[in-house]
């Protein structure tokens, strides 16, 4: 099956829910709060600015980079009309923030007009990658500032031990929810290629030792299994109960690791 953050809309309001609530579940964990703090701390930007994130989602990020930025201009542009309502829904007491619904392929912004470009978990989504960038070139002015910040999906994990049957689900979440799991190896070439500088490339680790984190992980999957049949349902329920019974005795670990690159348009030659 294809990755339904390919086309969101289509995985229906049940996903749509379950992923807007995860994705804000994610981005307060203190690890992905760091992450976006730093890469937020590198952009020095006047209060008369332009900054869209591409790929918005829910807001769950584009919310902290209003807040960090205000009271200068911030749009989420994001594909899914549901995830757009949920991103309206969410936000409160942010007058500098707005979301449209475009694809990151076509934004409906002018040539050479916005301060800075943000995609967080997106390029791991898309097909075509370098479409994405080469949009973000587009609309940047010249000096202006792109973040991508990526999962690098090829390394995360449930193991604990050789053959760990909990990571089923983290592999199949790759394999299921994800469509290029070793986009971080490719992002600085990616970057390049579509003629921005890259000034700033780092990978952190995050370790998910807590019950809300990775569950919707082990949910979703083990509920596709069990309908394909591929499972049965007592399978289905123990893996789910394996994953809180290691979250309660301490001993679950998620793995993922983070890229941030940081970007910028060069300014004209002389
Ligand atoms: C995992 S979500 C991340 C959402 C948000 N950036 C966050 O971190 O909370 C991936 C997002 O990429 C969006 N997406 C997928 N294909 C896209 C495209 N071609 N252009 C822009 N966004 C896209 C999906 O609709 C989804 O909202």
Same mark, same amino acid.
């Given at each position: 099956?294809?990755?339904?953050?390919?086309?969101?809309?289509?995985?229906?309001?049940?996903?749509?829910?379950?992923?807007?609530?995860?994705?804000?579940?994610?981005?307060?964990?203190?690890?992905?709060?760091?992450?976006?703090?730093?890469?937020?701390?590198?952009?020095?930007?006047?209060?008369?600015?332009?900054?869209?994130?591409?790929?918005?989602?829910?807001?769950?990020?584009?919310?902290?980079?209003?807040?960090?930025?205000? %009271?200068?201009? $911030?749009?989420?542009? /994001?594909?899914? !009309?549901? *995830? =757009?309502?949920?991103?309206?829904?969410?936000?409160?007491?942010?007058?500098?923030?707005?979301?449209?619904?475009?694809?990151?392929?076509?934004?409906?912004?002018?040539?050479?007009?916005?301060?800075?470009?943000?995609?967080?978990?997106?390029?791991?989504?898309?097909?075509?990658?370098?479409?994405?960038?080469?949009?973000?070139?587009?609309?940047?002015?010249?000096?202006?500032?792109?973040?991508?910040?990526?999962?690098?999906?090829?390394?995360?994990?449930?193991?604990?031990?050789?053959?760990? %049957?909990?990571? $089923?689900?983290?592999? /199949?979440?790759? !394999?299921? *929810? =994800?469509?290029?799991?070793?986009?971080?190896?490719?992002?600085?070439?990616?970057?390049?290629?579509?003629?921005?500088?890259?000034?700033?490339?780092?990978?952190?680790?995050?370790?998910?030792?807590?019950?809300?984190?990775?569950?919707?992980?082990?949910?979703?999957?083990?509920?596709?299994?069990?309908?394909?049949?591929?499972?049965?349902?007592?399978?289905?329920?123990?893996?789910?109960?394996?994953?809180?019974?290691?979250?309660?005795?301490?001993?679950?670990?998620?793995?993922?690791?983070?890229?941030?690159? $940081?970007?910028?348009?060069?300014?004209?030659?002389?």
């Amino acid at each position: 099956m294809a990755d339904p953050f390919q086309d969101v809309d289509s995985a229906g309001p049940e996903f749509i829910k379950m992923f807007a609530d995860a994705m804000d579940v994610r981005q307060s964990d203190p690890t992905m709060e760091k992450i976006v703090a730093t890469y937020l701390g590198m952009l020095k930007l006047s209060d008369d600015s332009i900054t869209i994130e591409i790929g918005a989602g829910a807001g769950a990020v584009t919310r902290r980079i209003a807040a960090h930025l205000q %009271p200068a201009k $911030v749009v989420g542009y /994001e594909p899914s !009309r549901g *995830f =757009v309502e949920e991103a309206r829904n969410r936000v409160q007491g942010a007058p500098n923030l707005t979301f449209q619904v475009a694809d990151g392929t076509n934004v409906p912004v002018e040539n050479g007009t916005i301060d800075a470009v943000v995609m967080h978990t997106v390029l791991t989504h898309v097909t075509h990658p370098e479409k994405l960038l080469a949009e973000a070139f587009r609309v940047l002015k010249l000096g202006g500032t792109l973040i991508v910040c990526d999962a690098d999906f090829s390394k995360a994990t449930f193991s604990n031990f050789a053959n760990d %049957p909990l990571d $089923v689900c983290a592999k /199949e979440f790759v !394999r299921e *929810f =994800v469509t290029d799991p070793f986009i971080v190896s490719k992002l600085r070439s990616l970057v390049s290629g579509v003629g921005l500088d890259l000034v700033h490339f780092d990978v952190e680790s995050r370790v998910v030792t807590t019950k809300e984190q990775m569950r919707p992980w082990v949910e979703a999957t083990t509920s596709q299994m069990c309908e394909r049949g591929d499972i049965g349902k007592e399978l289905a329920d123990a893996l789910v109960a394996e994953h809180d019974r290691r979250a309660e005795n301490e001993s679950l670990y998620g793995y993922q690791a983070f890229a941030t690159a $940081v970007a910028r348009k060069p300014e004209k030659k002389p």
